[in-house]
Structures are given as structure tokens and as C-alpha cells.
């Protein structure tokens, strides 16, 4: 057998490349650092690796090294250090820094004037001392417009979590605005929110929602009303494994899903957005349109979904991938 033929029929392993992941370990330990001690930990280790690839970069041009790998690896450090210490830093060291934070921890009462980040999510209860089970609050992620601490204005543009009564905050929709007063408590430590409002009353001066959230919630809504010819616990199912609306599904399948280790089915995924715009994708092919309208209709589709599941995590993620 010849030296080609034994190639085809045993074809030599391919190496990995390994280039990538010391960029990739420098901006996971660096923000990790930052999360759990401290701001300053991933400036220092955005800097210092930023500098040191620099340096070894001007050496390896200097006595002439051609090797593409290590300048490729070089330059990846390099540009992932720079992230880490003018991108990352400056989010880790506001959300650390925020005024609001010593307030919080001292439980004091505030006025806070915020925007909605993400939909109310439902807190349920399994009920106790006679008191029937089920979703009696909702939390509502927003970002601090204004800020009144104890009567006098603070200045934060920090994340926080409003706890809030089911009645009147139930129907908030990203983009609004409301004023909300209540007891602060803190955040949880290495995260970057800074506090959460045990909101007292109903939202006051609330602001209209974007159109395409309004929009997003009618497609929603039209999604709960279809699965209502199924059964009660599969009408609940449907909307949340299709855009991650889990408001409907009753307790016990929410905790067999999680029981099972499949409440992930229930948050989208890279699996929902492949999809949706596989399905966009290959419809427009099929109707013979170029490469370059069928990549943008998949890009509009892909929006579009974003924006009827909403800016979660779990969905930017699944963006990202």
C-alpha cells in the first residue's frame, strides 16, 4: 500500500488549536476575580496580560519569528486583556461602586424611579397556615433611573430587582418606566445587582411600552390563547418551551421539570434559535432567493424572536451561539 493510500484509509490525527484558550482563561478567572473580590482584580489581570502580550509581541517582531501561531495567540491576548480592562471593568466597578449599595445594606426606605430590563417573572409559594399555594408577587429585573434614599437624591444608574405585589406589576413590559417605593435590601453577593426594592403600594407615573413590546406581548398572549384547546397542564407547557413564557405552567409540572434536570426545556436555547432561523433560512432558499437575502430575512427573524422572548440571559446566550 502506498503512502497516500494509507493516509486515506488511516488519515492522521488532527491537533487541535489551542490558541484561543489562554485569551478565553485571561476574561473568564479575570472577571470571575472581579465578581468575588474585587473590581481592581480585573483591571489588574486585564492590564497585565494586555502589556505582557504586548511586550513579548514587540520581542517576536524584533528577532524576526515567523510563527503565525504564536503571533495569532499574542494577539488574541492582547486584544481579549484590553477588553477585559476597558469593556469589563468599568460594568464591575459601577455595579460595585453604587452609591445605592451602603443604603441597601442598611434595609433604609426609597423612592426609585426605574426602567424595565426584563419581564416579571412569578414568585410561587406552596402555601402555609391555611393560606392557599401560588403566585402571589412577581420580580422585575430594571436599571435606576433616579434614586430617592431617605429623602434625598442619589445618584445610580445600578441594576436592581423590584419584589413586587402580582396586582398592578404583573402586566409591566420592558422599556417602561414606573416610579416604585419600598425597604431596600442587598443584592446578592458577586452579582453585579446592586440592591432590591420590597416594593410597598402600586407602580406610580408609569411610561407607555415600546410598540414592538407591545406588540411582543399581543404575540405572546395570541400563543396562550391557541394552546388553550389543549388540557390544562399542556396549554401551560406549550408557550414556555416556544418562546419561554412559563407564566401559565402549573407548579407541579415546574417542579418535575426541574426534578428531571429539564427545566433548561423551559428557558430558550440555542435550540429555539436554530430553529427559527433554520426555518426562515430554508424557506427562502427554497423560493430560490440569493444567499444574501435569505442570510438577512434569518437575521430579521432572529430580532424578531429576541424580541417576543425578551432580553433574558438564558436568550443572549442562545444569541451568542
Not at 200 to 214: K, L
Not at 262 to 267: N, Q, V, W, Y
Request: glycine share 10%; net charge positive.
Amino acid at each position: 500500500m502506498t503512502v497516500a493510500a494509507d493516509l486515506a484509509v488511516n488519515p492522521a490525527p488532527t491537533a487541535h488549536d489551542l490558541r484561543l484558550v489562554p485569551a478565553a482563561l485571561t476574561v473568564w478567572l479575570g472577571t470571575l476575580g472581579g465578581l468575588l473580590i474585587g473590581w481592581w482584580v480585573t483591571v489588574a489581570v486585564g492590564t497585565g496580560v494586555a502589556a505582557a502580550a504586548a511586550v513579548a509581541f514587540a520581542v517576536i517582531r524584533r528577532r524576526a519569528v515567523n510563527s503565525a501561531r504564536i503571533r495569532a495567540l499574542l494577539l488574541a491576548l492582547l486584544g481579549f486583556g484590553a477588553v477585559l480592562a476597558v469593556v469589563v471593568t468599568p460594568r464591575l466597578h459601577n455595579a460595585q461602586e453604587d452609591p445605592i449599595r451602603p443604603s441597601a445594606d442598611r434595609g433604609v426606605h426609597a423612592v426609585l424611579r426605574v426602567t424595565v430590563t426584563e419581564r416579571p417573572r412569578p414568585i410561587r409559594s406552596a402555601g402555609y397556615a391555611g393560606r392557599a399555594g401560588g403566585t402571589s408577587a412577581v420580580v422585575i429585573p430594571a436599571d435606576v433611573a433616579e434614586a430617592k434614599v431617605e429623602g434625598r437624591m442619589v445618584r445610580s444608574n445600578g441594576r436592581v430587582v423590584l419584589i413586587a405585589a402580582l396586582d398592578g406589576w404583573s402586566s409591566l413590559l420592558p422599556g417602561q418606566q414606573v416610579t416604585a417605593s419600598g425597604s431596600l435590601d442587598p443584592g446578592r453577593p458577586a452579582e453585579l445587582t446592586v440592591a432590591a426594592l420590597q416594593v410597598r403600594g402600586s407602580p406610580q407615573a408609569t411610561t407607555e411600552a415600546p410598540w414592538w413590546q407591545h406588540a411582543a406581548a399581543s404575540m405572546r398572549a395570541g400563543l396562550r390563547k391557541a394552546s388553550g384547546v389543549l388540557d390544562e397542564e399542556p396549554a401551560g407547557l406549550l408557550p414556555g418551551l416556544a418562546v419561554g413564557d412559563t407564566t401559565g405552567m402549573s407548579r407541579r409540572v415546574e417542579d418535575e421539570f426541574r426534578d428531571a434536570g429539564l427545566s433548561h426545556l423551559t428557558a430558550v436555547s440555542g435550540t429555539n434559535v436554530t430553529i427559527v432561523c433554520g426555518a426562515v433560512l430554508l424557506l427562502l432558499r427554497l423560493l430560490r432567493l440569493g444567499p444574501v437575502v435569505s442570510a438577512t430575512g434569518a437575521g430579521l427573524a432572529l430580532a424578531g424572536y429576541l424580541i417576543i422572548t425578551g432580553p433574558e440571559p438564558s436568550v443572549l446566550r442562545a444569541v451568542d451561539v
